[in-house]
Each structure stands twice: as structure tokens, then as C-alpha cells.
């Protein structure tokens, strides 16, 4: 049943995936407020690299990342790192996803992917055409450069095996005609694969937006609020406990990101989420800046030239919830794009940035109803792609509390699937 002017919705997180569960609610007739405990999309959804990007269909549960990650255990400077922790579930997450690294689980999860990747490409298209203006919007494509032959056939292979199934549009070009395709790049790098139809933005120019657009139809926005218990009635939330008094509605999504996994046991039941953590450093441009957004795989290291500065991020560790920001992995992101661009990068960082990516043992998104509980609707475990996912997600939301047939297969996404 479509929402009425007195049904009440409140989000817990003011990311972008709470903003853009706000944005689908409140199209559907919903009275929705969103509950920040920090400041409104200041955390994953403020530093990441802007990536809009349906050909990331690969899950991180790849056939070599299990090996990857064992090797990170005695290198603390690796790219992609797992610091050994006795905690019993963050053993059961890391047995569980190496349990899915393998050819077949990967096809499978990039089957699902696919789905709700085309889905919030197309969102995007018709939101930053119509309704959201700016947000230095290009889509410009995005280009994985490799610097060895054998790197470059390793991706390709696990590309071709996917993009064949699911139409993902993709070009490879040799190394010696890397320049000619972006002259900010080295002469003697092994090539690289171009997905035309990806895209980019500026994420805080996005959130700052979104969130104002949304502000002018009565959406209300509360930052500095904590969520802390709930109230709970049979089947249903009667209420959450806040910083700020009790509060109520009818529906209450979680959407808190890294933190959701946590938070979900006081609505019914922990969801298996670790925090990746991520970093990004945003500077000047370079006198001779990169035309378009790229990666850099051999390094988990990806860079996007906004008109309004230039971003190097990514990297993945998972350390728990560690809040620092090692200079020496800021360093290591400069020099990871050393290896490719002939420009050198400008001394000053203007921001320094780390994140908590929520990630889930089988690379997918949690979404759709807590189980156990009536009126709570999870948006939450998007791993590295809860800026691209955004608006499929709230989508789905919307559909689901309103009691609709959702345009995508939510079940690979239920909560459910970890009972």
C-alpha cells in the first residue's frame, strides 16, 4: 500500500544510502526523517573516489583473494590486508568468505550484482538529468591500468568470464597506445580495459544536493542524534531510544553502514558485517591530470580527476573499527600512483580521509526486512559500492514498505539469506 501523509518513516544514517532511502520514501508519500549520529554524509559516503560504475560486477570474493589476504597477514603494508584478530566473528566472517572464493560463487554473485548495478545506473541517469543538478557528473568511462602482462591477464580473464554473461560493455587497449588514449599516463605500462558506460562524481557535491533537494520536500534531516535501544511491542519496534528523547514511527530502516551490522542485534538480529577500511587523500590537480577516472588493481589504488581537485583512494584493510590515519598509508598512496603517472602530484594534501566500508562475507548488499521484526527494513552492506548502489537501494526500500513488487529479485539481498 502506497505511504500516506501520516505514515512515518525514520532512517538511521545519514549517508548517502539514507539519503537515498529519504529520497524513494518520500516520493512514495511517506513523512520521513533521518537520524545522523556525526554530521550528514561525512563518513564512506564524503571521501570515496565518486565511482558510478555498473561493470564492477567481480565481487571482492574472487578465486585469488583468499591467497591475497593470507599473504597480507605477515605484510602490514599491504594494499589489500587482513590484521590477524581472536575475535570469533570476524573468524566466522573470514571462513565464510573464503568459503566463496571460487570461480563458480563468483559468477553467481556477479549475476546478482548485475541487477542491481543497472538498476541504480539507470536511477542516476534520470536523477543528475532531472532532478539533482551538478555534482561534476561525467560519464567519462573508467580505465584499469596494469602495469604487468600478467596482472592484466589475471583481471581479464575473470572480466571476460563475466562480461560474456551479463553484456558489460568493455575495450582493451594495448600499452603502447596507453598515451595516446590519456597522455597523463607512463610509456611502458602492460595496457589496460576500458568500461565505456561507468561514471563519475563529486561525492560531497552529491550528498550536499540530494540532501537539500530533499530538505525542500519535507524531508527532515536531524545530524549529532545517537541512536541507543528500542523499544520493541511483539513483532514490531514501538519506539527507539536517541541521544535526543524516544522516538517513533511506523517504519524504521537501518541504514548505518559499517555500523549497521551492530546495531542490527538491538532490532532483532547482528548482521555479518565488517568494516574495510579505506583511505583517500584529495589534492590539486596535477599540471597534467588524467582525463578520465581510473584503478590501478595491481596496487587497490584508484584516482578520479574532479574539476574541482583530483582524488587517489582505496586500499583495504580490515583492522576492526581503527580510527587512525597512518601518514605512512597516505604515503603509499602517492606512490602507488607514481608507478603510473608521468606528472608528479602536488606536495599538499588538501583533505586527508579514512572510511569504514560495510562489508559482507559474500560481497552483497543487505537489503529488505529484518528478519523476526515487522516494521524494520534494512539498507546496509554495500561493501565498495554504496555510492554507485545508492538509488536501486532506495528503491527497493520503498517497494518493500510499501508493500510492492520490487522492480529487481530482492531475495539474493534478504537478510534472510544468513539465517
Not at 564512506?44 to 583473494?65: F, R
Not at 532483532?268 to 584503478?295: C, F, H, N, W
Not at 603517472?341 to 529488505?368: A, C, F, H, Q
Request: charged fraction near 20%; glycine fraction near 10%; hydrophobic fraction near 40%.
Amino acid at each position: 500500500m502506497a505511504g500516506q501523509e501520516t505514515d512515518k518513516v525514520i532512517v538511521i544514517g545519514g549517508g548517502v544510502i539514507g539519503i537515498a532511502c529519504a529520497h524513494y520514501l518520500n516520493q512514495a508519500g511517506y513523512a520521513v526523517t533521518v537520524l545522523e549520529s556525526g554530521s550528514l554524509a561525512a563518513a564512506c559516503s564524503h571521501g570515496n573516489c565518486g565511482y558510478i560504475c555498473p561493470s564492477h560486477v567481480l565481487p571482492l570474493t574472487t578465486p585469488g583473494a583468499l591467497r591475497e589476504g593470507l599473504k597480507s597477514l605477515l605484510n602490514p603494508s599491504a594494499s589489500f590486508r587482513i590484521k590477524p584478530r581472536l575475535e570469533p566473528a570476524f573468524i566466522r566472517w573470514l571462513w565464510q568468505f573464503s568459503r566463496r572464493c571460487s570461480a563458480r560463487q563468483m559468477l553467481e554473485t556477479a549475476k546478482h550484482l548485475n541487477a542491481i548495478l543497472e538498476s541504480s545506473a539507470a536511477e542516476y541517469r534520470r536523477l543528475l538529468t532531472g532532478e539533482i543538478d551538478g555534482a561534476e557528473y561525467r560519464q567519462s568511462g573508467l580505465l584499469y591500468v596494469f602495469g604487468t602482462a600478467e596482472a592484466a591477464e589475471v583481471f581479464s580473464a575473470n572480466e571476460r568470464a563475466v562480461s560474456a554473461r551479463h553484456g558489460v560493455r568493455s575495450d582493451w587497449i594495448e600499452g603502447a597506445d596507453l598515451r595516446d588514449f590519456d597522455g597523463a599516463l607512463k610509456p611502458d605500462l602492460a595496457g589496460g580495459v576500458l568500461f565505456p558506460d561507468d561514471a563519475s562524481l563529486r561525492p560531497d557535491q552529491l550528498t550536499a544536493q540530494w540532501a537539500a533537494l530533499l530538505k525542500g520536500r519535507g524531508v527532515t534531516f536531524r545530524e549529532g542524534v545517537r541512536f541507543e535501544n528500542v523499544e520493541r511491542s511483539g513483532r514490531m519496534i514501538s519506539a527507539i531510544k536517541t541521544s535526543a528523547g524516544a522516538m517513533q514511527a511506523d517504519h524504521y530502516v537501518l541504514a548505518a553502514g559499517a555500523i549497521s551490522g551492530r546495531l542490527a542485534g538491538y532490532f532483532g538480529r547482528a548482521m555479518p558485517i565488517e568494516p574495510g577500511k579505506g583511505y583517500s587523500i584529495t589534492l590539486d590537480r596535477p599540471k597534467q591530470t588524467p582525463r578520465v577516472p581510473m584503478l590501478f588493481p595491481e596496487h587497490h589504488v584508484g584516482i578520479t580527476p574532479f574539476d574541482s581537485g583530483f582524488r587517489i583512494g582505496s586500499m583495504m584493510e580490515f583492522a576492526g573499527f581503527d580510527s587512525a590515519i597512518p601518514q605512512r598509508r597516505l604515503q603509499q598512496l602517492r606512490r602507488s600512483v607514481a608507478h603510473y603517472l608521468v606528472d608528479d602530484l602536488p606536495k599538499n594534501n588538501i583533505e586527508e580521509w579514512y572510511g569504514w566500508r560495510p562489508m559482507t562475507w559474500d560481497s552483497l548488499p543487505i537489503i529488505g526486512a529484518m528478519p523476526d521484526t515487522d516494521n524494520v527494513c534494512l539498507a546496509t552492506g554495500h561493501n565498495m559500492l554504496g555510492m554507485t548502489l545508492a538509488p536501486a537501494t532506495g528503491k527497493l526500500v520503498a517497494e518493500h514498505i510499501q508493500g510492492q513488487i520490487a522492480h529487481i529479485d530482492p531475495t539474493p539481498f534478504s537478510p534472510a539469506r544468513f539465517n
